[in-house]
């Protein structure tokens, strides 16, 4: 049995057997990934991915491998706050030879500073609610409305939106 192991045999047989490959279409992949297909489209049409080439034999283009995982990494990405700007910029990083993981950092330190801004900004908004809730008794007529009469006032609530 070790000389037809050997013999190059196997390799003959395996290099002549044609196996079908899956082709992971852009429906298998949006599926994959809990989008639609119009969302890759558009990641497309932002450069954020390549669109396969069409295969020359006909049939469906494949989004599997490289553009899938590229595709994960933009998802997971968004899932914690960064921007498609800022992901491109990312993307752009993660292809530069030149580039660092403190360069990666430093955009997580800012996202970060960032989102922090927004949490502040979001608290400062729960405050003005609760006072304006609190002053409220909850009854009567709209044209006495306590809530409805501080925010025509200006009260002391933040009117400024965070970008």
Not at 38 to 55: D, S, V
Not at 81 to 97: C, H, N, Q, T, V
Request: glycine share 8%; hydrophobic share 40%.
């Amino acid at each position: 049995m070790d000389s037809w192991l050997s013999s190059g045999t196997v390799a003959m047989i395996v290099m002549q057997r044609r196996v079908p490959v899956k082709v992971f279409s852009i429906s298998h992949a949006a599926d994959a990934l809990g989008v639609s297909v119009e969302t890759i489209r558009f990641y497309e049409r932002k450069g954020l991915i390549e669109q396969p080439l069409k295969p020359q034999s006909g049939g469906a283009r494949d989004y599997g491998g490289a553009t899938l995982s590229r595709l994960k990494f933009i998802r997971q990405a968004q899932g914690i706050g960064f921007s498609l700007a800022e992901i491109k910029e990312l993307l752009s990083l993660r292809a530069d030879p030149d580039a660092n993981c403190n360069d990666v950092r430093k955009r997580a330190i800012e996202k970060r500073r960032d989102v922090q801004r927004k949490l502040d900004h979001l608290l400062e908004i729960c405050r003005g609610l609760d006072e304006l809730i609190a002053r409220c008794p909850g009854e009567g007529d709209l044209t006495s409305c306590s809530i409805l009469d501080m925010m025509e006032k200006r009260m002391n609530i933040p009117l400024h939106f965070p970008t």
